[in-house]
Structures are given as C-alpha cells and as structure tokens.
C-alpha cells in the first residue's frame, strides 16, 4: 500500500516564487493534515481538513493556503515563498480524526527558499 | 497553546543499556501518542495512552501515562542500534480543533 504519498520531495525556490505542495492518501481517510518539522521546534500543525469540504487552520498558517480536492487529496500553496518557510512539510491522514486514532505520515517535502 | 516538553533533547547510550524518556505539561491531554521518526522518513506511531496511570508494553518499550494525565515516560530495555530515532510524543486535548500537538522530541542513538 502506497499509504500517504507527497510530491515533490525536494523543491528549491526563489524568495516570492509559488508553489504547491501536493499529498494524496489511498487508505480511504477522512482527515488530512499539514505539518512543518524545523529543527528546535518540533512539528507544527498549519491547517487541516476534517473531512472533505472543510478546511481549519492550525498553529501556523499565516502564508499558506489549502485546499481538499476531494477525499483522497489535500494541497498545501505558498503564494509567495519566503526564506522563513525553509522547512520539511509532512503531510498526514488520520481515518476519523486524531481524537480516536493514529496519524499515518508522509515521507516529507524539503522546501529550501533562497 | 498546550505544551509538550521533551526530555532529554539528545541521549547517546550503549547496546544493551535502559533509558528513559520523558514528556510532560501543565495541561491535562485526553490522550498521549508516541511516535518515532527515522531520518529522511515521517513519524510512525508506536503507541496510544488514554488512561490515566495506564502502562502498555510492546516488547522492550514500556509506555505509562500520568495519573494526572498531564505526562508520559517511555522507557527501553536492553536498547539495540535499530531503537535509534527521533521519539517525539503528542498530545490531544479532545477539545474543538483537531490535530496533534508535538513535543520536540528525543534524539537516541544507541551505538553497537
């Protein structure tokens, strides 16, 4: 099983570039998320999706936007890439949310912005 | 914000030695999850905690969660180079937004 799948793994991108990040599960999952994973500070939550059609943010938001196309796929967007927003970015499912199971990962995207 | 401190940050033992881990906060979780995360890799979950007190096993690795339910220790028995990893536990407060909350995690490594 290919579980939760992100592309691309790795992205250089000048300051004020966009860009989108893209993750899809196949484990039939209604709630996906958005982590960043910067080193000191652990895994911060940006925004999340409970189910298909809604969107929340999470600690961090400020500079990205989402969107569920659809069950199996949700999309992290920098509209304009700054230095700060150099990170790893996971993204993860969770079948009926984190309050009643698992979170199953990504293998990660490293974003450098220059 | 709930926050989950880690301790140590980083801990280099030998094979064959136990340790401890810790993860604590001022504020009581619903639950507490254990992952650990290989370079290059995401998290992998290792275990759930819901009870306070509770204690769960999977072989060398013994999970307890506070009575309190505001802190988690994990500890290793006998450690081997494959328990080398970023152990990061993570809470839920079961209030209105979802997501996990992480600690920084520890940093392990257990040299042959």
């Known amino acids: 099983n290919a579980g939760v799948t992100q592309t691309p793994k790795f992205q250089v991108l000048k300051t004020g570039q966009s860009m989108t990040l893209q993750c899809a599960q196949d484990m039939n999952h209604n709630s996906m998320y958005w982590y960043r994973q910067d080193p000191g500070m652990g895994l911060r939550l940006i925004y999340y999706s409970a189910s298909e059609g809604t969107t929340d943010k999470g600690e961090v938001p400020n500079g990205y936007n989402v969107s569920r196309l659809n069950k199996r796929e949700f999309s992290l967007r920098l509209e304009s890439a700054a230095p700060s927003q150099t990170s790893v970015y996971f993204c993860?499912?969770?079948?009926?949310?984190?309050?009643?199971?698992?979170?199953?990962f990504g293998e990660g995207s490293r974003l450098t912005v220059l | 914000t709930q926050l989950l401190e880690q301790s140590p940050q980083f801990l280099s033992i030998q094979e064959g030695e136990n340790l401890t881990v810790y993860c604590n906060s001022s504020s009581v979780f619903s639950s507490l999850q254990w992952y650990r995360q290989e370079p290059g890799e995401g998290p992998v979950l290792l275990v759930t905690v819901v009870t306070g007190g509770e204690v769960k096993k999977l072989k060398r690795l013994t999970f307890q969660f506070g009575d309190a339910r505001k802190d988690s220790s994990l500890h290793i028995t006998a450690a081997q180079p494959g328990d080398t990893g970023l152990y990061l536990c993570?809470?839920?407060?079961?209030?209105?937004?979802?997501?996990?909350?992480f600690g920084k995690g520890t940093h392990l490594i257990i040299q042959p």
């Open positions: 993860a499912s969770s079948r009926q949310g984190v309050r009643t199971g698992e979170l199953f």
């Open positions: 993570a809470g839920t407060s079961g209030g209105g937004a979802d997501g996990l909350t």
